[in-house]
């Protein structure tokens, strides 16, 4: 049984590294999510608690990873960017992409029952991810705008189709029809008429998506500040966003906040223990 | 937010294709599991629950994924074996490798309590993952020889060494210093002399590490045959093992076998659901 | 200027290599020898000095790396097989790719003029390659009779729409016209009827491609064995070829042969220099 | 003899492709020039006429990719860069690997006569080449201030490792010790001391090696501007370069220059004609 007879199977082993100097995107995306949704009967067109779930395990891939300044996720979607100047694992492609998905996937078990407290979990939910590299902060941005754009188109579709099938009682197939063709401006008008909803007074979080900045915090009774995680919902392609957050794209100090003006944030430290 | 301004960014997506007519091996490992099996008191050398998780969150991978019809594991590592013909997701590296590990990581935390009912999960585990390419049938056998002389080169170390700490009441320094420099027979005879331990009598699941393989059976008043995964500990690295399960390295039908003979196995159809 | 300040820049190289025990076929091909063989008013449909030119250009390749023990060429292509177990350059992709079209391309010029004494190169020509990996001895019998069917269909044409061309005076888009939709027979039936041409008794170089082998002969007046490679025009498809050179696929030693048999070969040790 | 049956190894090959809006930049390398140069006799340190035979070789490459905006060279090595905005091939790596190889590789031998008219080329050379990408316009300029640097330090210590072996007689050997350790400064002292040699005054093609830059001149009688590729001996590492030829790095349109300030230039319209 001399192990080093076998050993040679080593070296097929092949490496690939991320290219140096550049934003490294992993996009987890999740596999059947259609059915998952419904096999737990989440909410339509927007489950929140379904969606603070993502957020919590995203929230756990930051803790693990302090290189990851920047995630925005939506839907059964979630994208980490690492700083460009990252060395994690030597930059090593399958080491990264396989630890994201792994926490992420592992957390969104574990924080299950925080979210669901009355709900059993059917079965084990797989993420699929990717790993896409740019090289520009314009690159990066538009990448971003992408995403956040996606959300829009998406939900406003959603919001529409589900009206119409949950509130007017048409089938999917009727909901589809009417919506076939249609502009964002006439979606808006149907919801106004319709069902008097005026789309931009939804939510932020289901219009907007969830954008996580990493801010320090001065802590009670303590000189030392705590770095946290904050959940926003706010516009990303403008530059407003950028300019008011500019460590992010500067890839510079996680900048101290006031603790006053927040109302909701995750705390760093207790690294993947249970809140 | 006209989406279209920003899809460009799609195509810095980088595809990788596993060559075709070579065994894909994924191996999972768990990431820093020295603390986390401290944090949850596995037993040790070896506890029984903890490995027959790790099992039940492999069987969950050969559930989803028909085209591994072999894997194999031992402490907190699992390799997966895919059929070299298989054409999965048209064998794009980063969605195997991906969605292994993300079945197993979820599916790790969504046995816990089947196995540690009595244990609160502390936090999220964390398994990275890599994707390994073997041209020959011989290649594919010498990595699982690896694997396998790894479980017993280990495995008898740690019985070692746990003995003489727990057993004997060395400091892990001492026991360690005991242990340098000693071969296969005189840890042999270090547990035989002061422990009593006939090594070779130590559960095979311990020294063999779990062996998972396909096969099918009859079902109760069904004419239909149904497909189950069988966990076996046995010596896959002589000849005896391959000629008794041809199918795997011929890639030809999953056999039928006589349900008989079996002490335990895992339905495949109940695919992910709680059993 | 402080050499170290930059010298980070070489950490932005990345590193391919050829998966392990599998064949390695470089592929060189022409670019727009169409223009090529038109400036330099080759014979069509086969000018045979042109073709032994390449022949020569791919001699001198096997005389540079004596892992490759074959290479198969016909038109403005040649493929080149290394050994499944060589580790040239450690099996780095962008060596083995680079240095092979470079010697080609190089030695295609150098040996411009003794295929052409009173033709003038008119400007130095251009060939691509790339790499293709092989895991098993059939996939690479397969990739290289996939290259010798593609000599039959493309000479059988060629044959055809040349005469038709320069024997019948039908202009190119006539000749193209009349053949469109034919099959080999027709094509067979054509040449026959018209040219008086039994296409199976074209010159085998032209209908089969140039096979390159390496063998050992005797050499005048000396002990020593010395290592030739053979030109070869013949069935590479069939099983016979393949008996009757086992050392190809078994990577085994350079065989002797009897030199009284040959009528052309090259010699080995003179690398690069003109012969 | 059926080509379909084997067309399915087509699906080995494997496509890698750069990452978009990076500077591509293909460096070639002469192998074993040490060899060639010796068997060809070249003058030490510095043989012109080989020197100028790289920039013609390198010159034909910019006539082939007008992609190319920038090429540096000395010695035995080139570098080629392709503007980051580039879709030259779709990006395909081993496209613009061989091609660029290639085409230097021929145009190396296909120029020979033009500079070495009384001198037998006695062997086809060979040149491997590497493809490397640069996200910024930073790390481009500090890959091109270390291939210079690394002129420098090169062309200095082969200025006094010659003057010591043909003008003092020492024996290689001995020159290699008396250079062991020492600084620039002492370099440029034993070359003032020894052999009245100021290295500043050292011709600028030796000391800086070759840059070629791409320029439109207006043309007799012609209003049409014509594009001509500049040699240029100066340096590339500080500021005022980069500023004097701005479209450079700002991929914006070559520039009309007045060509009474030239006193060499290649033209670029016959592209791979002898001249």
């Known amino acids: 049984m001399a192990k080093s007879k ?25 596999k059947n999510f259609h059915r998952f949704t419904e096999a737990h009967e989440f909410e339509k067109p927007n489950d929140t608690n379904g969606l603070n779930l993502m957020t919590n395990a995203a ?56 979210y669901f407290p009355n709900k059993e979990l059917m079965y084990a939910p797989a993420f699929d991810a990717r790993i896409v590299l740019y090289p520009t902060d314009q690159n990066l941005r538009d990448y971003l705008s992408w995403r956040q754009a996606d959300v829009h188109v998406n939900n406003l579709y959603n919001t529409c189709f589900w009206a119409l099938v949950l509130k007017m009682g048409l089938s999917p197939v009727e909901a589809e029809e009417k919506l076939r063709g249609t502009l964002s401006r006439d979606k808006n008008e149907l919801l106004y008429q319709n069902f008097n909803i005026n789309y931009n007074n939804e939510p932020e979080m289901f219009r907007k998506g969830t954008t996580l900045v990493r801010k320090c915090i001065s802590w009670e009774g303590s000189a030392k500040h705590k770095p946290v995680i904050l959940p926003l919902y706010c516009d990303i392609i403008k530059d407003d966003f950028w300019k008011s957050h500019p460590e992010i794209l500067d890839q510079s100090e996680t900048p101290l906040i006031d603790k006053l003006n927040l109302t909701h944030y995750f705390v760093c430290e207790q690294k993947n223990f249970k809140m």
């Open 59 to 114: 929230v756990n891939v930051l803790r693990e990873f302090s290189d990851i300044n920047f995630a925005f996720g939506h839907s059964d979607e979630f994208s980490f960017v690492f700083k460009k100047k990252s060395n994690i694992f030597n930059r090593r492609s399958d080491k990264i992409l396989s630890l994201v998905n792994s926490i992420f996937s592992s957390s969104y078990v574990f924080f299950w029952n925080k």
């Open 6 to 30: 076998f050993e040679y199977v080593r070296y097929f082993e092949q490496e690939s590294k991320c290219l140096k100097n550049c934003w490294i995107v992993v996009r987890i995306d999740g």
